[in-house]
């Protein structure tokens, strides 16, 4: 075993941390991840079954995958051009607008909601005008799109930032001396250079759009079968003392966030091959 | 290869989402209501969609429901959830809506018995055996006593709760407004846990085995003692509770909007209904109607009970004096102690 100077002669610290880590892990990851898996299938698989061909509950899986598969689009194309302003351009603004777009991840998702309720409710600036003309955004898809974005936004562009930075722009120079247009060399030559970065970020927007509870939760007025997404579902399955089909439920949208990192995992693996043979 | 990935990704993404949400024809009803009548208004809902399909010639509705705390399902239909009924805790929170001008002034005589086509009250429903002795209002304010109920700025059911404590206190020997608010806030000290909704305590109670005693609807704790089994928990009767009136009406502005007035009418209308009166009462909230009531027997014993009217003035005045910002809650309850 090979191991850096920096480490090679303190054991017992590396060791201390290895077991603090692995400690840590288990205690707040794999012990709670296996006790809603344990607490699906309790009642054995007909009842965890059962609780996925539920109407309401069909609703809260298609709601879910349809909120995702709009926002997250909107998230990469948002999140591409976002990335592109700040890593390629020199702005009067730009630190505003970096701040900007990580103010997602530093605003409570609850709050994230509610301003949304402020904008578009009956009583807010919108509200009254999108009334008359009988368009209802929140409590209906729309509010629960909009909440998703909000909050999903900065995955995408926080990925691409530092990778496309690092990357300069001495290779869109180059295009550019070729006869590139700007179409063109961010076709041919940006993208490529952060697909990996770029699928990432798509995949972790995934995973957080697919399980957002807070921000969701004040916009969805909670009408069973029509705004409740999984997250809200599994509150109400679990109010509603039936604790085996909440936790069938919590197990499957588990599944979903997995089956994402797992992608993840494969693809920077994959990247990574890719980048040693080039 | 220089094409870019996940393009093709990107157009089958979004093609599901042109798909729209939803694409029933079906006529739908949304009923937005308080938090522990899940159970109630699921089997209603059921049970009116056949009704109205047998009087109007197998037409097929579909009636959904939103259940929270009653305060905070108020505030989703002022800000614009779609409510075609509303069937909320107390009168209070329907008046809320009223003012904002989606229901029509005098909506309480609409319906018969003030628009509360059940009631219930509150009972305290403690740990097998009642090991703490928790007999009456005064108990509670007992050191060492858990005390869980729900939060009375957010819950209809908490603000029953604390109007029953407060009219049992004025009520003892040397009773007065001060001797009440000083046995609040005993109590309010010896709470646990602080939910937002009746249901949320009711969990906290009964699965997560906070605290001896939680105030609680009577609906709510037979419920609970339905789903967990009767061996687990007692339900303890006060020497003197409230008579709750959860109001019913119909949001005048969204049926007229929609085109649903006829068919919310008939819905609250079918809840005064024997089958509706039945449902009630098999949901554990006492039947208005005499014959269904005496029908379900032992289950509602006759209780000591005040009205909001007779003992507070009304909802405007109790939640005035109560639980607006300032009221006898703000004084009391100081969470950080």
Request: hydrophobic share 50%.
């Given at each position: ?9 303190r054991p017992?610290?590396?060791?201390t941390?290895?077991?603090l880590?692995?400690?840590?892990l288990?205690?707040f990851l794999?012990?709670?991840?296996a006790?809603?898996f344990?607490?699906?299938?309790r009642?054995?698989w007909e009842?965890?079954?059962?609780a996925y061909a539920?109407?309401d509950a069909?609703?809260?899986?298609m ?16 999140g591409i051009?976002?990335?592109?302003c700040v ?16 103010l997602?991840?530093?605003?409570s998702?609850?709050?994230?909601g509610?301003?949304f309720v402020?904008?578009?409710?009956a ?15 929140i409590?209906a898809?729309?509010g629960?799109v909009l ?9 995408v ?21 070729l006869?590139?247009s700007?179409w063109?060399?961010f076709?041919?030559?940006?993208l490529p250079?952060v ?16 399980g957002?509870f807070?921000a969701v939760?004040?916009?969805s007025?909670?009408?069973?079968g ?9 509150e109400?399955l ?8 909440a ?13 994402t ?6 693809l920077?693996?994959?990247?990574g091959?890719?980048r040693?043979i080039? | 290869?220089a094409?870019?990935?996940p ?13 729209p ?12 209501s308080?938090d ?6 699921r ?5 009116f969609?056949a009704?109205w ?5 197998g ?12 305060g905070?399902?108020?505030r989703a ?6 409510a ?13 809506i ?10 309480m005589g609409r ?10 009250t ?7 055996g ?8 005064g108990d ?8 869980v109920?729900?939060n ?8 029953w709760n ?11 020997p040397g009773?007065s ?13 010896n ?15 009964v699965?997560?085995?906070?605290g ?5 609807w009577?609906n709510?704790?037979h419920?609970?003692?339905?789903e967990f ?10 020497s003197?509770?409230i008579?709750a009136?959860p109001s ?7 049926v ?9 009418e008939?819905y ?18 006492r039947p208005r ?16 009970m ?9 909802w405007a005045?109790a939640?005035?004096?109560?639980f607006a ?6 004084r009391?309850?100081?969470p950080?102690?």
């Open positions: 075993m090979i191991s850096s100077p920096a480490t090679r002669d017992l610290t590396r060791w941390a290895v077991i880590a692995v400690l840590l288990t205690v794999a012990l709670p991840l006790a809603v344990t607490e699906a299938l009642r054995g009842t965890a079954l059962a539920d109407p069909q609703s809260a899986i709601l879910t995958l349809l909120v995702a598969a709009i926002a997250v689009p909107v998230n990469t194309l948002g051009a976002a990335a592109w890593a390629k351009y020199e702005f009067p603004g730009k630190r505003l607008l970096v701040a900007l777009i990580e997602p991840f530093s605003v998702p609850v709050i994230s509610m301003v402020l904008v578009f409710g009583q807010g600036w919108l509200g009254p005008w999108l009334q008359e003309r009988g368009v209802q955004i409590f898809l729309p629960l909440a998703t974005v909000f909050v999903t936004f900065p995955f562009a926080r990925t691409l930032i530092p990778l496309m930075q690092e990357q300069g722009r001495t290779e869109e120079e180059a295009a550019a001396t006869g590139a700007g063109q060399s076709r041919l030559v940006t250079n697909k990996w970065a770029l699928l990432t970020g798509v995949l972790l927007c995934n995973a957080r759009a697919m957002e807070g939760s004040v916009v007025g909670h009408i069973r029509e705004t409740n997404t999984m997250p809200l579902y599994i109400i679990y109010n509603e003392y039936q604790f085996a089909a936790f069938a439920v919590a197990a499957l949208l588990a599944l979903l966030a997995l089956v990192l797992f992608a993840k995992t494969l920077e693996r994959f990247s091959r890719r040693e080039a | 290869m094409a870019f990935l393009r093709r990704a990107l157009l089958g993404a979004a093609a599901l989402a042109a798909v949400a939803g694409a029933q024809s079906l006529p739908t009803l949304l009923n937005v308080y522990p009548t899940r159970e109630l208004y089997a209603f809902n059921a049970a969609a009704h399909a047998k009087e109007n010639g037409q097929r509705i579909r009636v959904n429901s939103s259940h929270g705390g009653s905070s399902q108020a239909v002022i800000d614009g959830q779609q075609d009924v509303v069937t909320l805790a107390l009168a209070y929170d329907v008046e809320a009223a003012e904002r001008g989606l229901i029509d002034k005098g909506w319906l018969p018995h003030n628009s509360a086509p059940y009631t219930s509150i009972v305290f429903l403690t740990r097998k009642n090991p703490k002795g928790l007999r009456d209002w509670l304010a007992k050191e060492g006593v858990g005390v109920t729900p009375p700025k957010t819950s209809g059911g908490a603000r604390y109007l029953a404590a407060w009219a049992w206190a004025q009520r003892q009773g407004d001060a001797a009440a608010e000083e046995l609040l806030g005993r109590i309010l000290r709470v646990t846990v602080l939910d937002t909704g009746a249901r949320g305590s009711t969990t906290s109670f699965q997560r085995g906070q001896d005693v939680l105030l609680a009577e709510e704790a419920l609970a003692l339905k089994g009767a061996g687990q928990f007692d339900i303890v009767l006060p003197l509770s008579l009136e019913v009406t119909v949001v005048d502005r969204n007229d909007r929609r085109g649903t007035r006829a068919v919310a008939a609250l209308r079918h809840l005064y209904s024997p089958e509706g009166q039945a449902l009630a009462a098999q949901h554990f909230y109607d005499a014959g269904v009531l005496a029908a379900a027997g032992g289950v509602f014993p006759p209780l000591n005040v009205t909001i009217d007779e003992a507070f003035g009304g005045e939640q005035k004096a109560h910002d300032g009221g006898s809650f703000d009391i309850y100081r950080s102690r």
